[in-house]
């Protein structure tokens, strides 16, 4: 097949790989229906990350079943299925736990911008919908792969409550759907902060009542003015980085909780504030198979379009173009075409 791969920072290419075969009988093969790009895939791309070089790339995808293992037997050959970027057999005390993103048996999605993508534990990861999906659904329906699963998480993290304010700190697309979760939830005024137009713009469509243009202590200043000096109930931190954390917890009102979704680079806790202000924190990689079915009504039913985060869709064959426009932040999010 071909597939998007990586062979050092900033050089992806689209190339003939390997098929990905059925290893396993808990195994399925999907065919890609579309693809996209993370902003965790930037970090590798950034040199951030150790790469393997020519390896595949990308864990987000949708599809169709085109073949399954023995031990299959939730999910058939021809299914439209969403994918979620981790794999759980959705049996384990973990999965029961509802931390499938902890499962005994966790797989990834490793070709999710090819043609392939192998899905180890079929039965307990897929979601299957009801015959194919509207052409119009496909970017919705390929959020829930990750994105708004982790929105979604880090908003349960946080313990966003109805009538309470939520701040949500990044404005990528796991902040976005943040803020869509938060105001799903009920929150009575979410914060989403962010610089850029574009992305403001989606925030108030996905239910922001009020935008922070501002970062670091001029944008924690004007948070403790929209909350009379109080600070936030919930705190949604969807970035990573160690300044995004310090202005979480520097927003989050005593007591309150940070529900952090973002792959930590570099970050150092400020315990002692933690300490003084009873702050917690809470998170971690999605468990996206515990929310999806729950979350794939609410695309079904027309309550959400976290499909709105795509701004640019490119056929697969130009996904390093993908990367660079996201890179270079011309693009929020890339969807790829096969
Ligand atoms: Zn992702
Ligand atoms: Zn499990």
């Known amino acids: ?194 610089r850029h137009e574009s992305r403001q713009e989606i925030a108030r469509a996905f239910g922001a009542s009020d935008v922070v243009a501002e970062r670091g202590e001029e944008g924690e200043a004007i948070i403790a003015e929209l909350t009379q000096g109080v600070g936030a109930d919930a705190v949604l931190e969807c970035v990573g980085t160690d300044g995004a954390m310090k202005t979480a917890f520097a927003v989050a009102r005593p007591g309150s909780t940070v529900g952090f979704v973002g792959v930590p680079h570099g970050v150092e806790l400020p315990v002692r504030r933690m300490f003084q202000k009873n702050v917690g924190l809470a998170g971690g990689m999605a468990p996206v198979r515990r929310y999806l079915p729950d979350l794939l009504e609410r695309v079904l039913s027309g309550a959400i379009d976290p499909g709105r985060v795509f701004d640019l869709t490119l056929p697969m064959a130009e996904a390093a173009e993908g990367y660079r426009a996201m890179d270079e932040r011309r693009a929020t999010k890339v969807l790829l075409q096969p």
């Not at 085109?66 to 970027?85: I, N, S, T």
């Open 1 to 194: 097949m071909r597939a998007t791969t990586i062979h050092a920072p900033g050089d992806i290419r689209f190339e003939e790989v390997p098929d990905p075969r059925i290893e396993a009988p808990t195994d399925a093969i999907v065919k890609v229906v579309a693809g996209c790009i993370c902003g965790s895939d930037l970090w590798p791309y950034r040199g951030h990350n150790d790469i393997d070089a020519g390896s595949t790339i990308g864990h987000e995808c949708v599809g169709v079943v085109e073949e399954v293992g023995a031990d299959v037997k939730d999910v058939r050959v021809g299914d439209f299925v969403v994918v979620p970027f981790c794999h759980s057999d959705n049996t384990c005390v973990h999965c029961r736990a509802g931390v499938q993103s902890a499962c005994t048996g966790l797989g990834f999605t490793t070709s999710g911008q090819g043609e392939y993508a192998r899905v180890t534990q079929a039965d307990g990861s897929l979601v299957a919908t009801d015959g194919m999906p509207h052409e119009k659904l496909i970017p919705s329906l390929l959020a829930l792969t990750d994105v708004m699963a982790t929105g979604w998480h880090a908003a349960v993290a946080a313990g966003v409550r109805p009538g309470g304010t939520a701040v949500v700190v990044g404005d990528g697309a796991v902040g976005l759907c943040g803020v869509l979760a938060a105001s799903q939830m009920g929150a009575g005024r979410v914060i989403a902060m962010s």
